[in-house]
């Protein structure tokens, strides 16, 4: 029978009320949808490695097409990784180190051809110092010399000194680290044997690392019977260096700590802030410097981020990539984290020469390349190393202090000065044991926290670690959405067919 245009009509008709209630949830196809936008709040390298591995990993997902935007309160992106000039030379002035098992970072420097920047001579120099306050209670003899079989014998004799003073101490030492080091490794494992975290804790019990933020770098080390007086002296002044703290911090920020003291460290020539600065520029970003996100909101289907200049900006998913210790972000609804402070580190570059003076010695080549110290308030550094050597008369030094170096201090200290430049660094969390973590996940969306894993540790390796972790999160939390979107589709279809 031929179909009349009024029955048609009436077919529309009976049929609309069936369609209206799936049409309001149907938005079409993924290439009918606006890309959603993703924000990231910072632009060191836990931002930058989000947005570099959500780019690499997202390419079949609804977030390949995502446009992100990343906001920097500074006017250059880096975060924590910051350069100084000292008399137009560039040193580090925040992260310095990479060590060679750092393969996330490692991979960042071969991918955009930066060059790797390995230690100078003076750098390298196994002339070390421990001061106690009065007196020098270990001290090392110095290399660098011309002749390499020359600078072999040095280092035997060092080790042999040492090994006197400190036994087989040293050798299970190394074994702790190596055993930290290789659990750490489990990180680079294949996407298909490596887990998503959506918890700290999770992330750290499936390697192995977990049982060491439960107690002490002193109660660790005092487990794997290491002598008190190798954990006083030696520990203690890496652990003073690398995290400005005591052997009390948490076992597994220690073990890092003791981690980046080996052999085979380096950096990136001209400024570690450039791995960041060349993920951001090769992950198709839009960057907003100098703008600081004040508040942070959810609104039902999206996030609104306003900045100090008075901007707003619609957000699907929001990364917050920056420590919120000392940031004052407003978030609504509000969320929970555990109360945190971060350790300040003065770092003051001094262009000038050492008072030997100050250390009982007559003359500077008395004086070690590098001054650890014991834990000990009296003391007012925590370390003292010559960055670069022009001449007998003429170094540059880099001082580390907990309160920042006056000039009485230094003057002291330093029989010239021609140039100082002083950095405020918060650098790191203060570590304790056990510790408390800050949730991934802030709240029950898309609203993602980075810098949770730094109460596990604080590097750039660890960040970009956690970086990828949170780029993988996003999308498996994401695509889960958007497979629940399609089974409401399919669900409204079969309902129609069934009611045709």
Not at 238 to 243: G, H, L
């Amino acid at each position: 029978m031929k179909n009349s245009p009024i029955a048609i009509s009436l077919l529309f008709a009976l049929l609309s009320p069936v369609l209206l209630p799936c049409s309001g949830d149907f938005t079409g196809g993924v290439e009918d949808e606006s890309p959603p936008t993703v924000c990231i709040v910072g632009s060191g390298i836990g931002g930058s490695s989000v947005a570099h591995f959500l780019r690499n990993y997202s390419v079949s997902t609804g977030l390949n097409r995502a446009k992100i935007l990343m906001f920097e309160r500074h006017e250059i992106v880096g975060g924590r990784m910051r350069t100084v000039t000292v008399a137009g030379d560039t040193f580090e002035a925040g992260g310095s180190i990479l060590h060679p098992k750092n393969y996330h970072v490692k991979d960042f420097v071969e991918r955009f051809n930066l060059t790797v920047r390995l230690p100078t001579p003076i750098e390298e120099s196994s002339a070390i110092g421990i001061w106690d306050g009065k007196k020098f209670v270990v001290k090392t003899f110095g290399s660098g010399t011309k002749f390499p079989f020359l600078d072999t014998i040095v280092s035997w004799v060092n080790d042999l000194y040492l090994f006197l003073r400190y036994g087989f101490s040293l050798l299970r030492m190394s074994s702790f680290i190596e055993n930290t080091v290789d659990n750490f490794l489990k990180y680079y494992e294949s996407l298909e044997s490596r887990p998503i975290f959506d918890n700290v804790e999770g992330m750290l019990k499936w390697s192995g690392l977990y049982n060491l933020t439960k107690l002490t770098l002193q109660e660790k080390l005092s487990e794997a019977q290491l002598s008190p007086l190798l954990v006083n002296e030696l520990v203690t002044v890496i652990t003073r260096i690398n995290y400005g703290q005591s052997v009390l911090i948490s076992g597994l920020a220690g073990a890092v700590s003791l981690a980046g003291s080996g052999g085979g460290l380096w950096s990136v020539e001209g400024g570690n802030w450039q791995m960041a600065a060349k993920l951001i520029n090769h992950s198709d970003i839009t960057l907003h410097l100098n703008e600081k996100i004040e508040s942070i909101s959810h609104l039902g289907n999206h996030y609104e981020l306003n900045s100090t200049k008075g901007n707003s900006y619609k957000c699907d998913v929001t990364v917050v990539a920056t420590p919120l210790d000392e940031v004052d972000i407003q978030f609504s609804p509000a969320i929970s984290i555990p109360k945190r402070e971060l350790q300040h580190t003065h770092a003051t570059f001094v262009r000038g020469l050492l008072n030997p003076g100050y250390f009982g010695m007559k003359s500077l080549s008395d004086v070690p390349a590098l001054l650890g110290t014991l834990e000990d308030p009296l003391i007012p550094f925590s370390c003292i190393s010559i960055l670069r050597k022009y001449s007998k008369t003429d170094m540059t030094y880099k001082i580390f202090t907990r309160q920042p170096a006056s000039d009485s201090l230094l003057d002291e200290l330093f029989s010239r000065r021609t140039e100082t430049v002083r950095i405020d660094w918060g650098a790191y969390p203060k570590y304790h044991a056990p510790e408390v973590f800050a949730p991934f996940i802030l709240d029950d969306h898309h609203l993602y926290y980075v810098n949770a894993f730094e109460n596990a540790a604080s590097t750039m390796e660890t960040s970009a670690v956690a970086g990828e972790n949170i780029a993988r999160l996003i999308i498996s939390r994401f695509m889960t959405k958007e497979s629940s979107s399609s089974s409401e589709k399919r669900s409204c279809s079969s309902g129609l067919h069934s009611d045709l």
